[in-house]
């Protein structure tokens, strides 16, 4: 190998130390990310509900994470993951439905994807008392609990509650075992 050669080989391996190094320092740091945030990069796409445990959600779209499905998004037959009924400052409703392949309790939880903080949810519990009222968004930010608990039942079932989305934006909701996230799906929330 000429003079010309070595210096090519010398900058090629140049590079590839450098990309090595760039990968590894970026990379690591991606790598132990949570979820949310390799998550919240696009808005989920609803998917169709295949089950036939429940006549209302049979044939529409839902949004989906594992064996947990999402309902508030209107009557739509395709589309993105977007919260249908927003208004600032109020609860929103959206159903939690359990399809009947769900074996195990889950946790599910949820993050706003700008500020990375807990989403919070007012299900099983007389609806928090909150139904009609109007809050700030630190108030929604902090009423509520920061985790819905989803035990299986014979034939699914549905959850009918409240999350306390403080503003517009997008939020990542993610269905986990332990430590596990199982599943999860971005949904979009907008005026």
């Not at 309790?105 to 990375?116: N, R």
């Not at 928090?128 to 989803?150: E, K, P």
């Not at 934006?169 to 971005?186: D, E, M, N, W």
Request: proline share 5%; hydrophobic share 40%; net charge neutral.
């Amino acid at each position: 190998m000429g003079p010309a050669g070595r210096r090519l080989a010398l900058l090629a391996a140049g590079v590839a130390t450098l990309a090595v190094v760039a990968c590894t320092n970026g990379g690591g740091a991606q790598a132990t990310s949570p979820p949310a945030q390799s998550g919240c990069a696009s808005v989920s796409d609803l998917v169709v509900y295949p089950y036939t445990d429940d006549a209302e959600f049979t044939g529409y779209v839902l949004a989906r994470a594992w064996h947990v499905w999402f309902s508030a998004f209107g009557p739509v037959r395709s589309g993105k993951a977007a919260i249908a009924d927003y208004t600032a400052g109020r609860p929103t409703k959206v159903v939690i439905h359990r399809d009947p392949e769900l074996k195990q309790t889950v946790e599910l939880v949820g993050t706003e994807c700008s500020t990375e903080t807990p989403l919070h949810f007012c299900y099983q519990q007389d609806n928090c008392g909150l139904v009609g009222q109007s809050f700030t968004a630190d108030q929604l930010a902090r009423l509520g609990n920061d985790r819905v608990s989803i035990a299986p039942i014979a034939g699914g079932g549905d959850y009918t509650g409240y999350m306390l989305f403080p503003r517009t934006g997008s939020y990542l909701l993610s269905v986990r075992s332990g430590a596990t996230t199982l599943g999860s799906v971005t949904l979009a929330v907008s005026r």
